[in-house]
Each structure stands twice: as structure tokens, then as C-alpha cells.
């Protein structure tokens, strides 16, 4: 295997982009680049500089005739479309990844089995309550339930903080006990609670940012454009609302100590 830059990464990600985003077009899937490559969209035309992932999010019915489609349909014939519920490959996630197949990537407290190729993350955009305080509650009730999962995924050998490995331990039996589909099933039904079509607001329930990415539908729909390293790409009708929640002051730049990314060891087999 040949290891690749961070550079190299970021081209692959964003051949996997140009594919995905060119194959909603012809299928007339609805999507949006959201999270930190619209940030990265908005305020540095393309990659923020020290990251190396690509998020995109789509509306409910939208996610599911994609992951469905792309089950016989793919992409083309180096990329697979991996989703929990119904694809060849099985990732401990709740959500798609676009994988170019490729490639491999080692992830720090993954096992080895578990590791994937280079990925574009699919998030599906549910909808929320109008009352607020109903939307709490539930963002806390969803974050229990994620925090379950990346506790099935890891592997606790390679987990290096010591309370964190206890408490990760004595849950793990009971997630076994339980398995990976009925765990993710739990989270899926209840981050669709709310149905996106009846819904004012919406937002990537699944993962995510929580209560912060929590959005009138009005600000979402119909969807803009932005540029991104060259490249027209759809995005939220008022990406500036979606951004100021997430990160407030948007166009400033974080401290240096934290511009981070997952340091990605990435070969190319």
C-alpha cells in the first residue's frame, strides 16, 4: 500500500464530491454541502486549510431513495455507497458514506476489520418539534444514543483515556447483547420522530451538531449555490443562518490550537 498526503486525500474526497453531486443531479436528489466544508465553501472558496473531510446532508426522502438507488445503481464502480440498514459493507455509523474502495484508512480506535476507504459523509436531515424545550430533551435523548453507538464501533484497546475505557467497558456487554443493527435502528427511529415533509424545522438529527443545526425549513429550501474549489455545489437557500448557529462568528478564524483534523492515515492499495 502506498500512503497519501493530506492533499491527496482531499482530491479524493473531492472526486467522490464531483460523482455524488453529478449523480443527484441526474437522479434529481435533493442535497446540501453543510458542516465545515460549507464553512470551508463560504469563507475559504473550497477546503478550509487544515481539514481533510467532506460533509453533505440531505432531506429525509431524499437519503433514503439515494442509499436505496445506489444499492444497484452506484455511483460507478470504485465507489459503494455503505449504510448500516442495507449495503454489501457494514459501517458503525447511522448514516451513508460514499467510500472509494480504492483506498484504505486506518482510524485510531477503530479495529482494523473496521476500517474503510476514503469517504464522503451522507447525513439525513429530519425534521424537529416547534416547541423548543421538546427539542432539548430529544437532542439529549438522541446524543445518549450516539454516544452508545461510537461505544459498539470502538475498539477498547486503542482507547487511551482511563475512565473513559471503564465506562466504555461496562456498557460494552450490554451492546453486544443488544448488536450493532438494533442499536442503530433505535437511533434511526428516533431521529424520525419528526416528519421532514410536515416539519417548519429541520435538521441533521442523526449526528451532527445537535440543537445547533436545528433550522427553519425556509432557510434550507430551495437550495442556493456556492463554490467550493472551483466547482458549483448546492447549499442551504441561507447558508449564513445554518453557519451562525453552528460556529456564531463564522468568518473568523479559530486559534491556532484549534484547527485540528482527524489526522487520517490513508493508503492507496
Given at each position: 500500500?502506498?500512503r497519501l498526503s493530506l492533499e491527496e486525500i482531499k482530491q479524493t474526497e473531492f472526486n467522490i464530491l464531483k460523482s455524488y453531486a453529478d449523480y ?143 465506562g466504555k467497558a461496562l456498557v460494552m456487554p450490554f451492546l453486544q447483547l443488544m448488536g450493532q443493527k438494533r442499536l442503530f435502528n433505535k437511533l ?82
Open positions: 500500500m502506498t443527484c443531479k441526474k437522479n434529481n436528489l435533493t442535497y446540501f454541502l453543510c458542516g465545515g466544508t460549507l464553512l470551508g465553501a463560504i469563507r475559504h472558496k473550497g477546503f478550509i486549510p487544515w481539514d481533510d473531510d467532506i460533509d453533505v446532508f440531505m432531506p429525509r426522502p431524499d437519503f433514503e431513495k439515494f442509499v436505496k438507488l445506489t444499492g444497484f445503481n452506484p455511483i460507478n464502480p470504485s465507489y459503494e455507497t455503505c449504510f448500516y440498514r442495507n449495503s454489501r459493507t457494514i459501517i458503525p455509523y447511522p448514516f451513508a458514506k460514499v467510500i472509494d474502495m480504492r483506498t484504505k484508512v486506518i482510524e485510531k480506535t477503530k479495529p482494523e476489520e473496521a476500517c474503510m476507504g476514503i469517504w464522503i459523509d451522507v447525513f439525513p436531515i429530519d425534521g424537529f418539534s416547534n416547541n423548543m424545550f421538546v427539542n432539548k430533551l430529544f437532542c439529549i435523548r438522541k446524543l445518549l444514543w450516539k454516544r452508545l453507538c461510537f461505544t459498539y464501533s470502538d475498539d477498547l484497546s486503542k482507547v487511551t483515556d482511563k475512565k473513559k475505557k471503564i434511526d427511529k428516533i431521529c424520525r420522530k419528526y416528519d421532514f415533509e410536515k416539519s417548519t424545522n429541520v435538521g441533521c438529527t442523526v449526528w451532527g451538531y445537535k440543537i445547533k443545526e436545528l433550522m427553519n425549513k425556509k432557510d434550507l429550501l430551495p437550495a442556493s449555490k456556492v463554490t467550493f474549489e472551483g466547482h458549483e455545489f448546492d447549499a442551504p437557500a441561507v447558508p449564513s443562518a445554518y453557519l451562525s448557529s453552528l460556529y456564531s462568528d463564522f468568518m473568523q478564524l479559530p486559534p491556532e490550537e484549534k484547527r485540528i483534523n482527524h489526522e487520517m492515515l490513508a493508503y492507496k492499495l
